[in-house]
């Protein structure tokens, strides 16, 4: 499918996609649109940086504009469920700009802050609740929000919702649904637990695949750096210096680990922040705005952002802590590569984490290059045996060069540039880290130097979630 034009939008959302400067459909919204316009179920398998949010937003308000009967107070008619507090904003904001020809009223529910505000924004009722289950759980039983009027649910990113633990919240939330509803069913892996709740709601569904599962986003180019853990903050600390890092994504296993980290690039001077669970969502939204205006070089985050956080121009993601799921980490290397960029993302892997490691590379069918720096000498020769086969062979032909850079970048992304006495790097200097002749002539750091690992093929990522 070539345009929009051809999924049987009406005029007003035609228009809204054209402001935002889309012309031709992700995969997954040219099947699950025109599908979700006649009413079907849909059982969506996507990663994240599909454009999944579109595909179901747009058939969403196509079907509200048509709509004549008013919402009920203390009631709405769709209800999107969000892992997320970051996420549920997001959603709400792609409804909003997709939107904003039609008369269709929203709001966004999550914890955090104040209730009373969205107890009174509910009281007269809204077509679109977009909720984290937790706080909608909290309104339900204050009486704020009835769910007997919902024509539409939607779950979003379910695989997280049930990492973190909402799986009671959810039966809880469809059992007081209208029996004959709609519903739109949307993961990044398809376990047999979630392909047992989907089971349970879904009617007949439309499955939509758009991408193998937990296969990682095409134009990212990835490695890792075998490190002792003590030796993990010195390393970031020192390929920060690289300039092409304009916007960098740290992730933390833990919120004690982000905020020492945090603390840890402040004392170096570089401008940095921490966004996890325990942060107040005034500080959450605080640092997020800062990080997208460009005035914070990195942000440090747990993975409650690795599907929330969807920001132009993140030139870098840093896997400081390999996560324990290994599909953790194919979200949180999703937060780069947006919108059909290019972008770069290192891992740190100590010693501990190797099987970690051995577990993402089997999830994501294919091998992480691995790249020498000084500071992680100590682990090089387990590395380059963690490489080899059963068979005692190399898992590629020793020796082999390949020209990849994995510090380079297609495009800088937008916006002023992070600053911190003139750069947003320590002393004011250019912060570019030292060459070697060759090195300066390639334009790669001289301290990475690829050991093994093969790169998978690149291909276009249009319009993202």
């Known amino acids: 499918m070539n ?21 031709k459909p992700t995969p997954i919204q040219a099947r699950a649109i025109p599908e979700l316009m006649k009413g079907r179920d849909l059982l969506g398998i996507a990663q994240t940086g599909t454009g999944k949010t579109a595909a179901f937003a747009l058939p969403i308000l196509e079907r509200l504009s048509h709509s004549t009967e008013r919402v009920a107070k203390n009631a709405c008619k769709v209800l999107v469920l969000s892992p997320t507090r970051e996420l549920a904003s997001q959603i709400g904001e792609s409804f909003k700009t997709y939107g904003r020809n039609l008369k269709v009223t929203r709001a966004v529910v999550f914890g955090g802050v104040s209730i009373g505000k969205q107890i009174d924004i509910l009281r007269g009722g809204v077509d679109v609740v977009v909720a984290t289950p937790g706080r909608l759980v909290d309104l339900i039983e204050r009486r704020a929000l009835t769910l007997s009027h919902v024509e539409v649910l939607v779950l979003d990113e379910v695989d997280q919702m049930l990492d973190l633990g909402f799986i009671h919240a959810i039966r809880k939330i469809t059992a007081m649904l209208p029996k004959v509803r709609q519903n739109l069913f949307f993961s990044a892996t398809m376990p047999k637990e979630i392909s047992n709740l989907a089971a349970g709601l879904l009617t007949n569904p439309v499955r939509v695949e758009v991408a193998p599962v937990a296969t990682t986003v095409e134009r990212v180019n990835q490695s890792v750096i075998h490190v002792d853990q003590a ?13 092409n890092m304009t916007r960098t994504l740290v ?18 001077g570089y401008t940095a922040t ?12 605080k640092a997020l705005a800062g990080f997208k205006a460009g005035k914070i070089l990195a942000l440090v985050a747990t993975d ?8 132009d121009g993140v030139s870098h993601v840093i896997n400081f802590d390999l996560p324990h799921v290994p599909e953790s980490y194919v979200h949180r290397i999703g937060r780069t590569a947006r919108a059909g960029a290019e972008g770069v993302a290192i891992a740190f892997c100590a010693g501990d984490e190797r099987s970690l490691l051995k577990d993402i590379e089997r999830t994501i069918r294919q091998s992480i290059p691995v790249v020498q720096h000084a500071l992680g000498k100590a682990t090089l020769a387990a590395a380059e045996t963690e490489a080899r086969r059963p068979n005692g062979r190399p898992s590629q032909p020793q020796g082999q060069k390949r020209q990849w850079n994995p510090m380079a970048k297609g495009s800088k992304p937008s916006g002023e540039r992070p600053r911190n006495a003139g750069t947003g790097r320590p002393n004011g200097g250019s912060g570019a880290p030292k060459r070697n002749g060759n090195a300066a002539a390639s334009g790669k750091p001289s301290w990475m130097q690829e050991i093994s690992g093969a790169k998978s093929d690149r291909r276009p990522v249009r319009m993202g979630d």
């Open 251 to 268: 992730f933390s296993r833990t919120k004690h680990g982000a905020d020492k980290i945090t603390k840890g690039l402040f004392a170096a």
């Open 3 to 23: 345009s929009f034009t051809e999924l049987g939008l009406s005029a007003p959302l035609l228009k809204a996609i054209a402001a935002e400067g889309y012309e």
């Open 274 to 285: 921490a966004i996890h669970g325990n942060k107040s969502q005034v500080n959450r939204e």
């Open 231 to 243: 030796n993990k903050l010195k390393l970031l600390v020192e390929i920060l210096k690289d300039n």
């Open 304 to 311: 409650i952002a690795a599907r929330g956080i969807d920001v």
